[in-house]
């Protein structure tokens, strides 16, 4: 008898300490949930509050932060969770110019600040080549080189390799029967953009009151499209998924699409085109001419499809500005429509655009212009941003924390504004370069005596690339270091 009390009192225990340890189990997991969801025990007030993650990182890196008036213990690249709600954050650095941004930290979310580049307190400024002059730049997606053309008189293309403080010149002339030539008395040759595997370079060349395109590789192999194809071409895009693969808009208004390595022409993609844009995946979205009721449409051609699918038609634009880019951010596709003065962002489901499969269209913002838009499209790489430019004005949206920044540049906008990097739009006009976040906060003047409207950051964020002109009237490839 007394064995079977204890045997039951020994289970008894047992069960009792199986609870507890489950028990206790599940109060850890529910807490680690919590933790990582970020909420926190706010012990003056006795509640638990969620606030949001915030990643940090800076070029260089090992940089203070400064929350409101605290500062981390950790230096860049780090991650807390802070409470939600506004907050100034401050990252600096000795020997350069304080980074500081006001933000918003939503609960249970991640706040990117990932993208934070210091620019020294003393640009010093080096001269790494001297050019005899310098008509057109153009830098490669891969921040390896530029391409430029010195005269533009002159059929020579010089390909720059920048390697930290150094820079190579490869001079590649074009062959005499590469562009037209015969009884021709002026000539301009001008670099228009790289394919996106960085191997070629597209170059128009206007001559009399005619114009053609060449494509040119690294060893300076030309390939005449214009003349090669018979084929009058408006605007020419390198399909991004495939640098052999080129489309164009003819001056009869048809986008086409032209194979460089067996220089082949497919006939009339979509006809009654305007302007047209290539995204990533290879996708076209264009822009229709007016009917003659003065209807326009934006549509799309997915890649390998037999037809493209209208989005939305417009009516009374004749004499408007229209305009349709489609890009992906990671998983979700978005469109770009420009519309007048009007921009509006899209979240978008796209099926094959010869199927019948239903779009979705999700309105995500209007950013507000003053006047019809000139510029429009998609940060480089992720496509985390979108912007719209129309005179003065530049807007830009973050797609994933949804916020529309107004951003006031010290240059003239008379060109389009271009990307440092994923984060950072800059300009060189005016002899002015600068650059800045996304938002155009953190502003920053470069240089003074610019030339050109190139400039170009290493693939190692240490070093930036313009090109100079001296008092003395010489022209340098020239160099900022921005960190050891």
């Known amino acids: 008898m007394n064995q079977q009390k204890a045997r039951l ?6 069960a009792f300490t199986y609870a507890v340890m489950t028990i206790a189990t599940l109060v850890l997991v529910v807490i680690c949930l919590m ?89 010093d400024v080096k001269d790494a080549m001297d050019l005899s002059g310098l008509d057109s730049a153009v830098p490669a997606p891969d921040k390896s080189r530029f391409a430029i053309i010195q005269n533009k008189q002159q ?17 590649r002339t074009l062959a005499t029967d590469s562009y037209t030539n015969d009884g021709v008395a002026n000539h301009a040759f001008t670099v228009e953009s790289w394919s996106r595997d960085n191997k070629l370079v597209l170059i128009s060349h206007t001559y009399d009151d005619s114009k053609e395109y060449l494509v040119t590789d690294l060893d300076g192999k030309t390939q ?28 009869d208004s048809d986008v086409r699409r032209i194979k460089l390595s067996d220089k082949t022409l497919s006939g009339p993609l979509v006809s009654d085109v305007s302007d047209f844009y290539v995204s990533k995946n290879g996708w076209i979205s264009y822009a229709t001419k007016p009917n003659n009721n003065g209807d326009r449409t934006v549509g799309y051609l997915s890649k390998g499809a037999s037809k493209p699918r209208a989005l939305q038609t417009f009516k009374g634009m004749s004499g408007r500005s229209l305009n349709l880019a489609i890009e992906e951010y990671y998983y979700d596709t978005f469109a770009l429509i ?44 992720e496509h985390l941003y979108v912007y719209a430019q129309a005179g003065q004005s530049l807007v830009t949206y973050n797609l994933e924390l949804k916020s529309i920044a107004n951003v006031s540049t010290k240059t003239t906008a008379t060109s389009e504004i271009a990307w440092l990097d994923n984060s950072h739009i800059m300009r060189v006009a005016g002899g ?10 953190n502003m920053h003047t470069m240089a003074t005596d610019a030339v050109g409207s190139a400039a170009m950051q290493s693939s190692n964020n240490r070093f930036l690339y313009y090109f100079r002109k001296h008092n003395s009237g010489k022209i340098t490839a020239s160099y900022i270091k921005m960190y050891d």
Do not use: C
């Not at 071409?233 to 399909?239: M, P, Q, R, V, Y």
């Not at 002015?432 to 906060?441: C, I, K, N, S």
């Open 35 to 123: 933790l990582v969801q970020g909420y926190r025990l706010d012990f003056n007030k006795g509640t638990v509050r969620q606030g949001g993650m915030v990643q940090f990182d800076s070029r260089p890196d090992g940089a203070t932060i400064q929350i409101d008036a605290a500062t981390l213990a950790n230096r860049t690249a780090t991650r807390i969770v802070a409470t939600s709600g506004q907050h100034t954050v401050t990252i600096s650095k000795d020997g350069f110019v304080p980074w500081q941004k006001q933000v918003n930290v939503k609960a249970g979310s991640i706040l990117w600040l990932n993208y934070v580049k210091l620019v020294p307190t003393n640009i």
């Open 155 to 171: 059929p020579a293309v010089d390909f720059l390799k920048v390697d930290n403080d150094k820079i190579e010149r490869k001079q």
């Open 9 to 14: 009192r020994q289970r008894i225990r047992l």
């Open 432 to 441: 002015v370069f600068e650059f800045g976040d996304y938002d155009g906060t």
């Open 224 to 251: 005449n499209i214009t003349r090669d194809l018979g084929v009058q071409i408006s605007k020419l895009a390198f399909d991004p998924s495939d640098s052999q693969t080129v489309y164009v808009l003819t001056t």
């Open 338 to 381: 420009t519309k007048g003065k009007e921009a509006t962002v899209k979240k978008v489901k796209l099926p094959a655009s010869d199927s019948t499969d239903q779009i979705r269209q999700d309105l995500l913002a209007t950013l507000p212009l003053a006047s019809d838009v000139s510029y429009a499209g998609f940060s480089p790489n």
